[in-house]
């Protein structure tokens, strides 16, 4: 399989680095449009055909494999079916952008503990709902933040920029974050990001290089981690889908396509790179 169209000299070079040196490389990605295409129930989110063979492909070669996913890493786990994968025991996701993480290899899950401001937004988030208009707004509860989804209303649009003041003073009254995303406005922990948990993730491997796929504003952390690193002499790929219209990821990756199957394309491309090396 030929190389996917990689935009940028940094790409090409993480690219033969990932290649030539796969053992110290890490594969890390987003899991909804991402592996799964962005679906309007959350808890129908499946990978795309060919998602999970891939990552197996090359978790037989690199370091580390990584779901790198907000929701909790039980849910994305089941979702994503990698527990009952028979090649993927080298394979972690870390959820709540980083609060948890499981582990393959054990089937356990460990986590940090949740401030009590989470707890408060969730017995106030119905009253607030009601109040800006939106009573109808789903949330999704993680446990360890709260995710405020309109794309299911007739005005999603609307409905988002309704919601985003009085959930921007939620978050400054319980001291959590309000952190935009494609439809959805979700309250976190501060200090809790996917460019943390990428950073935590390549100091306890001591990766080398790195590949990171991601779709939505929440993955700009990510690459931005990942960026600042490459300025110390880390190689990487950033690669982007078109799933959320995430401008600013699009323009900021290496690598873009369409959808998790041309995510899927990529990565196999990758591990035939690995394999004829």
């Known amino acids: 399989m030929n190389s996917p169209v990689i935009e940028t000299d940094a790409g090409h070079e993480g690219w033969n680095a990932i290649v030539s040196d796969p053992a110290s490389a890490v594969i890390a990605s987003d899991f909804d449009g991402v592996l799964s295409p962005l679906v309007e129930d959350p808890a ?3 990978p795309v055909d060919g998602a999970l063979d891939a990552l197996a492909r090359l978790a037989a070669s690199v370091n580390q494999v990584a779901i790198v996913t907000g929701r909790p890493a039980l849910i994305a ?9 028979p090649r993927l025991g080298r394979l972690v996701v870390l959820g709540h952008y980083g609060l948890e993480r499981w582990d ?3 089937g356990k899950v460990t986590s940090a503990a949740v401030p009590e401001g989470v707890a408060t ?5 119905p009253g607030l709902l009601q109040e800006a208009g939106v009573p109808d707004a789903f949330v999704e509860d993680k446990d360890s933040s709260l995710a405020v989804h309109t794309r299911r209303l007739e005005d999603p649009a609307g409905a988002f920029a309704l919601l985003r003041g009085p959930l921007t003073a939620l978050a400054e009254e319980t001291e ?9 406005l979700e309250l976190r922990p501060p200090g809790i990001d996917k460019g943390v948990a990428i950073s935590s993730l ?4 001591g990766a080398r290089s790195i590949l990171y796929a991601g779709d939505d504003l929440g993955d700009l952390a990510a690459f931005r981690a ?5 300025d110390a002499g880390l190689a990487a790929v950033l690669l982007a889908t078109r799933s959320s219209n995430a401008t ?7 690598v873009v396509v369409d959808d998790p199957s041309g995510v899927v394309t990529v990565l196999t491309a990758l591990s035939d790179a690995i394999a004829a090396r």
Do not use: C, F, K
Request: aromatic share 0%; no cysteine; charged share 30%.
């Open 44 to 46: 129908r989110s499946r």
């Open 77 to 85: 786990t089941e979702l994503s079916g990698v527990s009952g994968h």
């Open 104 to 106: 393959a290899a054990t």
């Open 121 to 125: 937004a969730r017995d106030r988030l």
């Open 176 to 184: 959590l974050r309000l952190e935009p995303g494609n439809l959805v």
């Open 202 to 205: 390549l100091e306890s491997t």
């Open 226 to 230: 990942i960026q600042a690193q490459r």
């Open 248 to 254: 600013e990821l699009i323009d900021a990756a290496d």
